[in-house]
């Protein structure tokens, strides 16, 4: 299995964010995994990570949550959308979701950016199916 450099979690549920960072570290599917709470933090990261800040590296794989306080997912995507496909370069993006409600499904295909959703916490089946879909 490739190994990415840098993975984004963006998810304000403390238990799945240490349970899939736990798993992808197991995993060895990345030497760098970073957290953050909601989609505010996720969108301060990235606009220094897509301006080459050190301490910011760009990542291969963003999950984000649909539903967070400060910023939900969708909220997030909205303003994702307005980077340019240069900074956005190859980063796969995957939504997690604890509640597939058919209007957050049928929402999502507003945003292409979004490859695909999986119900967290995520399974060794799907990081495997991820990687070797996308990488």
């Not at 949550?65 to 939900?72: A, C, E, R």
């Not at 307005?82 to 049928?106: H, R």
């Not at 929402?107 to 199916?129: I, M, T």
Request: cysteine-free.
């Amino acid at each position: 299995m490739k190994e990415l450099n840098t993975i984004l979690l963006i998810d304000d549920d403390e238990t799945t964010n240490y349970l899939n960072h736990r798993l992808l570290a197991r995993m060895g599917v990345a030497p760098d995994i970073r957290v953050v709470m909601n989609g505010e933090e996720a969108l301060e990261y990235l606009e220094h990570a897509f301006a080459n800040v050190e301490g910011y590296p760009r990542p291969d794989l963003i999950f984000v949550d649909i539903k967070m306080s400060v910023m939900d997912g969708f909220e997030f995507l909205e303003e994702y959308q307005k980077f340019t496909p240069e900074q956005k370069g190859g980063t796969v993006m995957l939504m997690l979701t604890s509640s597939a409600s058919f209007y957050d499904l049928e929402k999502l295909k507003q945003f292409p950016d979004v490859r695909r959703h999986y119900s967290k916490p995520l399974a060794e089946g799907d990081v495997r199916e991820i990687m070797q879909e996308y990488f």
